[in-house]
């Protein structure tokens, strides 16, 4: 049951951000939407904050699901960025709100996760250090972000799949070689 009812706190919060900045949306207008109580609402989250938190990594999380390895990267990043174009008005008011640095968080929290398993999964067989493997996936993650944000800023204008074809290129291989590089 707490799952389903996050579920739809995050919902309201989604139909409330077609229409209202996040620095604008009360947690009355919200549980109003989904039909549920303020203390209902406090029961899972203990602000706005934290369901936009909580919003955001569960939408990236799902755009990466079962696309953890090296073959498959660019889909993840390209659901990612589906993700992003598809709820592009939630997006453009959470970025532009003081919210912005919750979604940034949040969203570099999930790619990281994402990144490091596709790093590990390269290294496997070779002898290389944690640190290394961290640093390779924080690198990634916050090209991948910059991407993102930049794209968001621009207004969606570019091609998320011309994007993602481009930063393949750039990719292609990096992974493997910058862990040689580091292996012991």
């Known amino acids: 049951m707490t799952s389903k009812t996050k579920e739809k706190l995050a919902a309201a919060l989604v139909t409330e951000l077609q229409q209202t900045p996040v620095d604008k949306i009360t947690i009355q207008a919200i549980v109003t939407d989904c ?12 602000d706005i904050y934290e369901l936009v938190e909580w919003t955001a990594k569960e939408a990236t999380a799902r755009a990466l699901a079962n696309v953890a390895d090296y073959d498959n990267w660019q889909q993840g990043f390209l659901n990612v960025m589906a993700d992003i174009q598809a709820n592009q008005y939630l997006v453009m008011n ?8 919750l979604l940034e968080k949040y969203i570099y929290t999930v790619l990281y996760e994402y990144i490091i398993k ?3 999964r390269q290294a496997l067989g070779m002898r290389v250090a944690d640190k290394h493997k961290h640093f390779i996936a924080h690198f990634y993650t916050l090209a991948f972000i910059a991407l993102i944000f930049e794209w968001v800023k621009d207004g969606f204008k570019d091609d ?5 074809e481009q ?7 990096d992974f493997q070689k910058a862990l040689s590089t580091y292996a012991e």
Do not use: E, I, K, W
Request: aromatic share 14%; glycine share 6%.
């Open 35 to 46: 039909d549920l109580t303020r203390q209902t609402f406090y029961n899972h989250f203990a």
């Open 94 to 101: 959470t970025y532009q709100s003081a919210y912005r640095d």
């Open 118 to 120: 596709v790093v590990n």
């Open 160 to 164: 998320p799949h011309d994007m993602v």
């Open 167 to 173: 930063t393949g290129v750039l990719v292609q291989g």
